[in-house]
């Protein structure tokens, strides 16, 4: 296997490995789980494996989850479809910043993500490192947000196009969880900042130190809950992919953020996603 970093900080795209051996050996396993929690995304051409092999390579990280909005291939269960296409309207899900289902108590540790059909030009997909995101934060910014929580909502993301009803219970099958807005990553210990394109709200912001009256609150909390989400847009944090037919990325969803650039409409594209089910944040 052949390791090359793709940037300085974030993205190494490796060659000479087929995935669907992984299934079975142990040690290459072991090695792409410790190659994927030091370079945070993993890239990799040709992986013309079967849907199940890619069920089974998944499943080697943990149990997969389906997605209560995006429908799944029926055959493969935990097998997310992420296609796009002329014919159907465009959705808007995918081109924000975001790490992935954070309004679920427990979001996925990571997803094996594989591309099926692309356009010849566009559809890149763009990851950032979060915890050099936190560790780059100004030393008053980290002392504020130290022990600061967040609400994560589905309603407000995947819900907001949908009649009142259908979103009221969406919500009631899916409340907002509430996370840390640095969680600490379960394996390396690094520090990551944890808000992004789910996040509505801190959840403990009104504090008596940090405001005098009720009307302080909001112009404060909302400010800086911005100036953090927008830290995932610094191209120094980021690498960019470009997809071809059977390229996988690998990406652990503790320490990223990803964003799907959707700037081919009216091409099709075709990625079918493995999302693995992950831990608590602390
Ligand atoms: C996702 O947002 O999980 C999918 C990314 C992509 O389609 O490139």
Redesign the pocket.
Known sequence: MRIHQLTCNIGAELSGVNLADAIHDDGLFLELRSLLVRHKVLFLRDQNFSRAEHVAFAERFGALEDHPVAGSDPEHPGLVR?YKQPDQPVDR??NAW?T?ATWREAPPFG?V?RCIECPPVG?D?LWANMALAYEMLPKHIKEQIADLRARHSIEASFGAAMAMDKRLALKAQYPDAEHPVVRTHPESGEKVLFVNAFTTHFSNYHTPDRVRFGQDANPGAADLLRYLVSQAYIPEYQVRWR?QPYSV?IWDNRSTQ?Y?VMDYPPCH?K?E?AGIIGDKPY
């Open positions: 992420i899900y995918e975001h992935d997803c993500l559809g997909t997809w990325a990803h799907a594209r990625m996603r």
